[in-house]
């Protein structure tokens, strides 16, 4: 309850929509008058603007028709039905419960009609109180000021039910002198602050355990207010701490969550009065990483990005947009082969098919909105993989690359836009928040996603073969270009799946001008071979060859088509012992011939770099013989 020392009480709403200040912009909700220390004209207000120099007054609603002033309400803002709730206990038996929509997600402003009565009247009597962003309303109880101890409770409004409580206890020294006069704020990430007692003193606490189990909450004491505070609410990593005097002055203090410091007395916006607070905290967080790379050649690279978006505020965000600028990071005509995909899509969120990193850098189609942070739902998030070939690396240079988060709240004149540039590393709350003061865009906390293209190895292969010598023994060759410098020797690796690779043997490099090795191996498995020529430098760097194939089966009467999905290039091997021209024809999924070639030897490599990816038929005429198989190309 708040008990303001001259007996009034103040219901405010004040929206904080900043423009342009602030990468996320909350709105302040604060239940007073319209001018400060007029308690018969209770009030609420939407302020734009408030943590700046030029606060504008949005919108005045009145609320003398419901109560004859200001004492004892108060006002808490429900993320899970995005209203507003105002609570007046003036009559000391009774809650009266009015629900107010002030158009969320929409435009912003006082409601159409206000009812005269309230819509409910509950048996109880809440000090302070306050929703999380499920939805739960907590509030404090029965104190005990010999003790330091009070009860804070889970309330249920539908139904007037207490649903838990648990055992608060004030540390010694720092008793507050009562519990009616202050406010608690729950951030939209959990952690709950609360300002308490009055004359002489209003002291701020944190709560760390307030949530779940039996065991009594230890508050940790912050700070004592300067000056008697009635009111508190979250904005953009701080904490907005309000009180009058009810006679000539309104005022609020900052308090810095991450730094843990209280800034000086300010006057409060726009002539208002302040004597409770909640908050309506639109945020977004994004975070990226590298996920993959693989080199192409001396300055080129297959790149793979994994970017995570978020809501990790308290209402919906409209215009929900990522976007994600390669170009900036590689630079003009340097990126190609750009795809956009979802990992996990629980918000049901729509790419942008246009999506191509540079001409066109929004990820999300437009006009789609992002559901508030409700944990009891994972509706609030989505992670998308982007990939990328990128050209004109230079060797050892670190690549910066961001993704931008943005969205908007209100529309006319509430609107407000926010955005946070990503953090690097894998999406959890720590990553987006390190200070967990819940404001993902904090200067320091948006640091770029790196990548070093690595210096280019002392060994280029050229070709790579290998052949039966007879059904137990393997002949593997091998061509690099010279000189050779700095480079060890070669692991020649084998697999039976392509995927689990074993070390068939290893050719030292005594050499740097030879270019062509040999490497026998007996004892081979039957069936398919792969194999993949590993060189290692004097330093420990190493490099692949292309993988290839071979057959070790007097019995295959087929032809070997791999890899399947293929990128840049389709290895056809011929059955074991055939003889005789073939031809290779590659159709479209409309029948049009893409390439024909003709196959005069046991294996052929086509190159499929310059063909979309998509499904495709191979189809290989062979005296007559004329088989056909799907393949896809992936780039």
């Known amino acids: 309850m708040k008990r303001f020392f001259t007996k009034y009480f103040l219901l405010l709403l004040l929206v904080l929509i900043g423009e342009g200040t602030f990468s996320q912009n909350s709105l302040l ?7 400060c220390a ?13 943590l700046t120099a030029t606060p504008i007054l949005l919108a005045d609603c009145n609320f003398s028709a419901q ?65 999380d962003n499920n939805g739960n309303l907590w509030a404090f109880s029965n104190y005990n000021p010999f003790a330091g101890t009070c009860l804070l409770s889970n309330f249920d409004l539908t139904t007037g039910t207490t649903l838990a409580s648990k055992t608060v206890q004030f540390p010694v020294g720092h008793f507050p002198t009562d519990i009616g006069n202050g406010d608690l704020s729950i951030l939209p990430n959990g952690r709950l602050f609360c300002t308490l007692g009055a004359s002489p003193i209003s002291q701020l606490y944190e709560l760390p355990n307030y949530a779940g189990g039996f065991i009594p909450d230890t508050a940790i004491y912050l700070q004592t207010m300067p000056l008697n505070c009635f009111g508190m609410a979250f904005l953009n990593g ?32 726009n002539g208002l009065a302040p004597i409770d607070n909640t908050a309506l905290v639109p945020v977004v967080g994004a975070t990226k990483k590298l996920s993959s790379s693989t080199v192409i050649n001396a300055n080129t690279a297959n790149l793979s990005y994994i970017v995570y978006i978020s809501n990790m505020g308290n209402v919906i965000l409209n215009d ?7 170009t900036s990071a590689f630079g003009a005509g340097n990126v190609s082969n750009v795809t956009a995909s979802f990992i996990s899509n629980p918000a049901g969120l729509v790419l942008n098919p246009s999506f191509n990193g540079t001409t066109v850098t929004s990820l999300l189609a437009p006009g789609q909105q992002l559901h508030n942070h409700i944990l009891s739902s994972v509706n609030y998030q989505a992670t998308i993989q982007i990939n990328c070939q990128v050209t004109n690396l230079v060797p050892g240079v670190t690549y910066y690359n961001s993704a931008i988060a943005e969205g908007d709240i209100g529309s006319g ?22 200070n967990n003061n819940n404001d ?11 990548y070093v293209f690595p210096i280019i190895l002392t060994v280029n292969f050229i070709n790579a073969n290998a052949s039966l010598i007879n059904s137990t023994s393997a002949s593997i060759n091998w061509s690099v270009a010279t000189p050779t410098t700095s480079a060890n020797k070669f692991d020649v690796e084998y697999s039976t799946d392509g995927k689990d690779w074993k070390t068939a043997g290893s050719v030292v490099i005594t050499s740097d001008l030879q270019s062509d090795y040999n490497f026998v191996q007996n004892n081979i498995p039957s069936g398919n071979i792969y194999y993949r020529i590993k060189e290692i430098d004097d330093d420990g760097s190493y490099v692949y060859s292309r993988i290839i194939l071979l057959n ?10 791999y890899p399947n999905p293929a990128n840049n290039t389709i290895q056809v091997i011929a059955p074991y012992g055939i003889s005789g021209n073939c031809v290779i024809e590659l159709f479209d999924a409309t029948g049009r011939k893409l390439l024909g070639t003709e196959m005069n030897t046991s294996s052929i490599e086509i190159n499929t770099t310059t063909i979309p990816d998509g499904s495709y038929l191979l189809r290989i005429n062979h005296a007559e013989n004329i088989t056909t198989q799907k393949v896809l190309i992936i780039h």
């Open 38 to 50: 007029t308690p018969n004209n209770a009030s609420f207000s939407i302020v734009k603007n408030p």
């Open 320 to 326: 929900i947009n990522m976007t994600d600028d390669l």
């Open 440 to 450: 993902p865009s904090d200067p320091g906390e948006n640091v770029p996603t790196p």
């Open 67 to 131: 109560i004859p002033n200001y004492n004892a309400v108060y006002i808490a803002y429900n993320p899970k039905d995005n209203n507003l709730y105002i609570s007046s206990i003036q009559d000391g038996t009774h809650s009266k419960v009015w629900t107010l929509n002030i158009g969320l997600p929409n435009n912003i402003g006082c409601p159409a009609l206000i009812p005269v009565l309230p819509e409910n009247t509950y048996n109880y009597v809440l000090n302070n109180f306050e929703f």
């Open 552 to 561: 070790n089966n007097n019995a295959q009467t087929k032809y070997v088509v």
């Open 238 to 269: 701080e904490l907005e701490i309000s009180g009058t005097n009810g006679v000539n002055s309104c005022y609020y203090f900052d308090y810095d969550i991450a730094s843990n410091t209280l800034g000086p007395v300010q006057t409060f916006q």
């Open 29 to 35: 909700v604060n239940f007073g008058s319209s001018t």
């Open 413 to 434: 004149p509430s609107f407000a836009n926010i955005s946070d540039s990503s953090n690097n590393g894998n999406p959890t709350q720590a990553v987006m928040d390190p």
